[in-house]
């Protein structure tokens, strides 16, 4: 496992899965940035998710900024996220 995180920082290629990481906690909505190996680039991917009337509804979203490393593209994914539920709320599951 470590001789392929690091080969790939070596060689500038990206791992060819994806990440998945613990959900982020946001006005009741849980985050989880899930970024997507794009070349030798990781694309901003994730999910938004919340329990409505007992249903778990949940909205997925791929974007087409990519950044040099999982950690980034995850923390990126983050912050659209949060600034997605500010403005949009429920609306994103409809």
């Given at each position: 496992m470590?001789?392929?995180?690091?080969?790939?920082?070596f060689s500038g290629k990206a791992d060819?899965?994806?990440?998945k990481a613990e959900a982020v906690l946001h006005e009741g909505?849980?985050?989880f940035a899930e970024p997507r190996p794009s070349?030798?680039?990781?694309?901003?991917a994730?999910?938004?998710?919340?329990?409505?009337?007992?249903?778990?509804?949940?909205?997925?979203?791929i974007r087409a900024d990519t950044m040099p490393s999982a950690d980034e593209a995850s923390e990126h994914?983050?912050?659209k996220?949060?600034?997605?539920?500010?403005?949009q709320g429920e609306s994103l599951f409809h």
């Open positions: 470590l001789g392929k995180i690091f080969g790939s920082l060819n899965t994806s990440v909505y849980e985050i070349g030798a680039q990781w694309q901003v994730g999910r938004i998710e919340k329990d409505i009337d007992g249903t778990r509804k949940s909205h997925v979203f994914m983050i912050r996220a949060k600034v997605m539920i500010d403005q």
